[in-house]
Nanobody
Framework: QVQLVESGGGLVQAGGSLRLSCAAS????????MGWFRQAPGKERETVAA????????YYADSAKGRFTISRDNAKNTVYLLMNSLKPEDTAVYYCAAYAGSPDIRTLTTRAMHYWGKGTLVTVSS
């Protein structure tokens, strides 16, 4: 079973950038497709981005395209989310999650994921 710990959240002004990290332990990291998800107050958790086991395939939600970049370093057991041009509507708790296997990453909804971190809060001020 893999454990996931997110970091890098915080308060940033609109237009700013943050890089989130998610460190994995307890499993073979390269066996997992990874995703970033977020949940804003009063809203359902949604997919932000996903990446395949070897980084060949990446998926972005429309809200993230052109602004966010997902990447991973299998040697460091870490997945990243670089967020640029942040907007107030990006304010949410951001979670990373792992899927054991090689799915079509476009199908990695919240219900599909096997393991979750506890999240890190991102607040974007206007």
């Amino acid at each position: 079973q893999v454990q996931l710990v997110e970091s890098g959240g915080g308060l940033v002004q609109a237009g700013g950038s943050l890089r989130l990290s998610c460190a994995a332990s307890g499993g073979t990291f390269s066996n997992y497709a990874m995703g970033w998800f977020r949940q804003a107050p009063g809203k359902e958790r949604e997919t932000v981005a996903a990446i395949s086991r070897g980084s060949a395939n990446k998926y972005y939600a429309d809200s993230a395209k052109g602004r966010f970049t997902i990447s991973r370093d299998n040697a460091k057991n870490t997945v990243y989310l670089l967020m640029n041009s942040l907007k107030p509507e990006d304010t949410a708790v951001y979670y990373c999650a792992a899927y054991a296997g090689s799915p079509d990453i476009r199908t990695l909804t919240t219900r599909a994921m096997h393991y979750w971190g506890k999240g890190t809060l991102v607040t974007v001020s206007s």
